[in-house]
C-alpha cells in the first residue's frame, strides 16, 4: 500500500510570501501560516517572548476583540490553533469545508495587525506561568529541557521555550508588536493549505487578505553550538521514579545521514512493541513501563535522544543494557533480512501516518519553509528503501557514546 498523495501546488505573492498549497477531496480543511522563528532567534533578556507572541497573537486587533477572535472559527466547527518550537512558529485552523476565506481573513489580521492589549496579557501572563510550574511537575516531560540546557549550553538552543517568570514580567505590548513586526516577515513565513478547493482560488485569497504585509525581513542570527564534552549527570528530586534521557548532537534536517537516523531511531524505540529497547528493557525484565527513541532536527543541527523511567536502583542497569544494545548494531551489520523487515515496519508507520491530514498540512509547511518545497511520504520511503547495513551501522558507532541525565 502507498502512502496517500495530493497533488501540490506552489507559488510566491507579489510581498514574497511563499504559499503551498495541497489539493484533495475532504470536507475539512486547513490553512495557517508557518514562521521561521522560534525560541532560538530571542535576545538572552527576553527568553520565552517567541511562545508568549504565539500565546497571546489572540487577543485583539483593531478589527476583533479576543471573543471574537475565539468565536470565528469555532462558531462554524472549526479550530484555531498554534504553536511553537526552538525555529518556527505555526498558526493555522482546521475547519469544515466552504470556510477558507473565513479562516484566512482572521489569520491574516492576527499575524498583521495584532495589538496585544495590556489587560489581556495580564491574564495570559498568569496562564504561561502556570505552564511553566506545571513542566516542574512532570519530571518526564522537563527532564528534555534540562538536557538540552546541557548538550546546548552556551548557545540560543540552551534555554526552553517557555522562557522563565522573570522574563515574563517584562513582556507588554510594545515589545511583542516589535517581535511580531521584525520576525512575522513575508519572505520569512510560508502560507500553506489543504482541502478541496482549487489553487487558483487558495492563491488569490491568499493574495487579497495578505496584501498589506510588506514589513522587512530580519536576518536570522543562527550560530550551530559546538559540540561540547560527553556529560553523566546525576540530580535528586523528590520523585518516586528515576527519570533518564541519553542523547547525543546529530546533524540537521538537510543532512543526507537524516534518513539512516530515522531509521535506526524508529528501530531502537519506535513506537512499535518490538523495538529493541522496549523488548530488551520492558518486555524480557520488565525494568521500565516506557522507553522510547526520538530525534529533534533543525536547520543546522539535531539531537538524538533515548528516555526511560525506571525505580532508582535500576538506572544504571538501563543503561548498560541500552549501551549494550547500540554497542551490538554497531559492531555487527544488520541482515539483509533484519535491515529489510525495519525499512517495511518503518514504511507501513508512515503510510498510517500520511492519513492524518492536519499533521500532513503542518509538515507540508514546514518543509516548505525549509527546503523549499513539501517533501512526500512516498519519496521518504524511497530514501529509506536506500539505506544498507553499512548507513545502520555507521549512524550505530556515533551512538555509542551517550551523554546521561538522570533525575533521582
Wanted: hydrophobic content about 40%; aromatic content about 8%.
Amino acid at each position: 500500500m502507498s502512502p496517500i498523495e495530493h497533488e501540490i501546488y506552489y507559488a510566491t505573492l507579489p510581498s514574497g510570501l511563499r504559499v503551498v498549497a495541497a489539493k484533495r477531496d475532504s470536507v475539512v480543511e486547513h490553512c495557517g501560516v508557518a514562521i521561521n522563528a522560534g525560541s532560538r532567534d530571542e535576545s538572552s533578556d527576553r527568553y520565552g517572548l517567541a511562545h508568549f507572541v504565539e500565546h497571546t497573537i489572540f487577543k485583539g486587533t483593531h478589527r476583533r476583540r479576543a471573543w471574537h477572535i475565539l468565536n470565528r472559527m469555532e462558531l462554524v466547527g472549526g479550530e484555531l490553533n498554534a504553536y511553537t518550537t526552538k525555529e518556527e512558529t505555526l498558526l493555522y485552523s482546521t475547519f469544515p469545508a466552504g470556510n477558507l476565506s473565513r479562516a484566512v481573513d482572521l489569520i491574516s489580521d492576527l499575524v498583521i495587525d495584532s495589538q496585544f492589549p495590556s489587560a489581556e496579557l495580564d491574564r495570559e501572563r498568569l496562564v504561561v506561568a502556570d505552564e511553566i510550574d506545571s513542566y516542574l511537575d512532570v519530571p518526564s516531560e522537563g527532564i528534555f529541557d534540562d538536557f538540552e540546557e546541557l548538550i546546548f549550553a552556551g548557545s540560543s538552543l540552551a534555554h526552553n521555550i517557555l522562557g522563565d517568570k522573570e522574563s515574563l514580567q517584562r513582556f507588554d505590548s510594545e515589545i511583542c508588536r516589535s517581535y511580531l513586526d521584525s520576525f512575522y516577515t513575508p519572505n520569512e513565513m510560508v502560507f500553506f493549505y489543504s482541502g478541496p478547493e482549487t489553487p487558483d482560488k487558495v492563491i488569490k485569497i491568499a493574495e487579497k487578505y495578505f496584501a498589506s504585509l510588506n514589513r522587512k525581513d530580519k536576518v536570522r542570527d543562527r550560530v550551530n553550538p559546538a559540540v561540547l564534552e560527553r556529560f553523566d549527570i546525576v540530580r535528586h528530586i523528590d520523585t518516586h521514579q528515576a527519570h533518564t534521557v541519553l542523547g547525543a548532537r546529530v546533524d540537521g534536517m538537510m543532512s543526507d545521514d537524516r534518513y539512516a537516523v530515522a531509521l535506526l531511531t524508529n528501530m531502537l524505540g519506535g513506537p512499535g512493541m518490538n523495538s529493541l529497547l522496549n523488548v530488551a528493557l520492558r518486555e524480557r525484565r520488565g525494568l521500565v513501563y516506557t522507553v522510547d527513541a526520538g530525534t529533534t532536527l533543525m536547520s543546522d543541527t539535531g539531537l538524538f535522544t533515548i528516555y526511560f523511567g525506571c525505580d532508582s536502583e535500576d538506572v544504571n542497569k538501563c543503561v548498560r543494557l541500552v549501551g549494550n544494545v547500540i554497542s551490538k548494531l554497531a559492531e555487527t551489520p544488520l541482515s539483509a533480512r533484519r535491515l529489510e523487515e525495519a525499512k517495511k515496519q518503518y514504511a507501513g508507520q508512515l503510510t498510517v501516518a500520511s492519513t492524518n491530514s492536519e499533521q500532513g498540512a503542518l509538515s507540508m509547511a514546514r518543509s516548505t519553509l525549509y527546503r523549499g518545497y513539501a517533501m512526500s511520504a512516498t519519496e521518504v520511503i524511497s530514501e529509506i528503501n536506500r539505506l544498507t547495513p553499512d548507513d545502520i551501522q555507521r549512524i550505530a558507532a556515533t551512538l555509542t557514546s551517550l551523554s546521561r541525565l538522570t533525575l533521582c
